[in-house]
């Protein structure tokens, strides 16, 4: 499976849409609502420091 379990609402509307399914966001929406389906969300970049305490340079 290529989607790694991943679509969301926005998607899996594109999605059966391009396979002549008609069907509007808002019904997917209440149907994946129904069935307690979530579509995976990607975390916020958060960059790390390389040691335990940053260390800046001297002036």
């Known amino acids: 499976m290529t989607s ?9 509307v594109r999605a059966l849409r391009a396979r002549n399914h008609p069907v509007g966001h808002k019904r997917v929406a209440r ?12 975390g916020r970049f958060r960059p790390k420091s390389s040691g335990g305490s940053s260390q800046l340079a001297p002036n």
């Not at 790694?4 to 899996?12: A, F, I, M, T, V």
């Not at 149907?31 to 990607?42: P, S, Y």
């Open 4 to 12: 790694k379990r991943s679509y969301g609402r926005r998607r899996l």
């Open 31 to 42: 149907l994946m609502a129904e069935e307690r389906i979530q579509g995976k969300t990607k």
